[in-house]
């Protein structure tokens, strides 16, 4: 089991002691999961905190053995302002962990792709009408963050009958800092062309690859994680979506020696570390 390097109160504590501080600061949860603070505002992108799909798959012809320790009980996240999911697979819209976290911010923002907005509603255990849908191209303004809907291909650029895309990735800008966090995703044509634009400081993006044996939706491997950091001029990028199930991962020093022979500012995370940045 892989130990966190902050987690429970040593990670509570790191939190709190940075509120109200110029910049932002972005933990590293785990899977693809993301805690990002602005001033003294809280933000969660795609949380996993439970071993919710461990337990549903267990005795399966597919179990999701779990390699990293889970860094924080969501019951004990009771400062968040704002939750965004990705897509509706358990590893970025978990009702163990989205559950809990609404019962303890009971005024707590939750933005989704609309496609998926009565599912999201139906896994957090909420009414009807608070998700908030977003599909690709749309903007909204929230709690001191501005967040842009981005196409995601997991594997395809799926839609549903309404024609709204399944799986989305956000840019959030906040501070003047620009954070692009892809959900899951492959390449597709373009993809570089739409975020480019937005001059990224930050990207977050998967790197286990798309494997067909392993019979789920496949993701970026580490030199397309590179690529396309590289394509959209990303300041730094962080790497993620690996080390959660032993099925499904990959080894991270592939995407540290990749970026380091293209040339691109990049950085790994270990569980619970913080990354901070701040524009002058």
Same mark, same amino acid.
């Given at each position: 089991?892989?130990?966190?390097?902050?987690?429970?109160?040593?990670?509570?504590?790191?939190?709190?002691?940075?509120?109200?501080?110029?910049? #932002?600061?972005?933990?590293?949860?785990?899977?693809? &999961?993301?805690?990002?603070?602005?001033?003294?505002?809280?933000?969660?992108?795609?949380?996993?905190?439970?071993?919710?799909?461990?337990?549903?798959?267990? %005795?399966?012809?597919?179990?999701? #053995?779990?390699?990293?320790?889970? !860094?924080?009980?969501?019951?004990?996240?009771?400062?968040i302002d $704002? #939750?965004?999911?990705?897509?509706?697979?358990?590893?970025?819209?978990?009702?163990?962990?989205?559950?809990?976290?609404?019962?303890?911010?009971?005024?707590?923002?939750?933005? !989704?792709?609309?496609?998926?907005?009565?599912?999201?509603?139906?896994?957090?255990?909420?009414?009807?009408?608070?998700?908030?849908?977003?599909?690709?191209?749309?903007?909204?303004?929230?709690? /001191?963050?501005?967040?842009?809907?981005?196409?995601?291909?997991?594997?395809?650029?799926?839609?549903?009958?309404? /024609?709204?895309?399944?799986?989305?990735?956000?840019?959030?800008?906040?501070?003047?800092?620009r954070i692009?966090?892809s959900g899951?995703? $492959? $390449?597709?044509? %373009?993809?570089?062309?739409?975020?480019?634009?937005?001059?990224?400081?930050?990207?977050? $993006?998967?790197?286990?690859?798309?494997?067909?044996?392993?019979? !789920?939706? &496949?993701?970026?491997?580490?030199?397309?994680? !590179?690529?396309?950091?590289?394509?959209?001029?990303?300041?730094?990028?962080?790497?993620?979506?690996?080390?959660?199930?032993?099925?499904?991962?990959?080894?991270? %020093?592939?995407?540290?020696?990749?970026?380091?022979?293209?040339?691109?500012?990049?950085?790994?995370?270990?569980? &619970?570390?913080?990354?901070?940045?701040?524009?002058?």
């Amino acid at each position: 089991m892989i130990v966190a390097r902050q987690k429970d109160d040593a990670l509570l504590a790191d939190i709190r002691s940075r509120c109200g501080l110029p910049g #932002v600061d972005l933990w590293w949860l785990g899977q693809s &999961g993301f805690l990002l603070r602005a001033g003294d505002r809280h933000l969660l992108i795609d949380p996993y905190l439970s071993d919710s799909l461990t337990k549903k798959y267990v %005795g399966t012809d597919k179990p999701h #053995v779990r390699m990293s320790e889970r !860094v924080i009980d969501p019951d004990r996240l009771d400062f968040i302002d $704002l #939750v965004t999911s990705s897509h509706a697979h358990t590893d970025h819209l978990d009702p163990e962990t989205l559950g809990p976290l609404f019962r303890v911010n009971p005024g707590l923002q939750f933005i !989704v792709p609309a496609s998926i907005a009565p599912l999201a509603a139906e896994r957090a255990g909420i009414d009807a009408d608070r998700p908030i849908g977003l599909d690709a191209g749309e903007r909204i303004d929230m709690e /001191g963050f501005s967040i842009h809907a981005i196409p995601s291909a997991h594997n395809g650029l799926d839609k549903d009958a309404s /024609g709204r895309h399944l799986y989305l990735g956000y840019v959030i800008e906040t501070c003047g800092i620009r954070i692009y966090h892809s959900g899951d995703t $492959l $390449l597709y044509p %373009g993809m570089e062309d739409l975020l480019r634009p937005f001059q990224v400081d930050l990207a977050l $993006l998967p790197i286990n690859g798309n494997r067909p044996e392993r019979r !789920v939706a &496949g993701n970026l491997d580490a030199c397309e994680a !590179v690529w396309l950091a590289s394509a959209i001029g990303a300041g730094l990028t962080i790497p993620c979506h690996y080390d959660m199930f032993t099925f499904n991962t990959a080894d991270v %020093g592939d995407f540290e020696r990749e970026a380091s022979r293209v040339g691109i500012g990049h950085r790994v995370l270990q569980l &619970g570390d913080r990354c901070s940045l701040r524009k002058d």
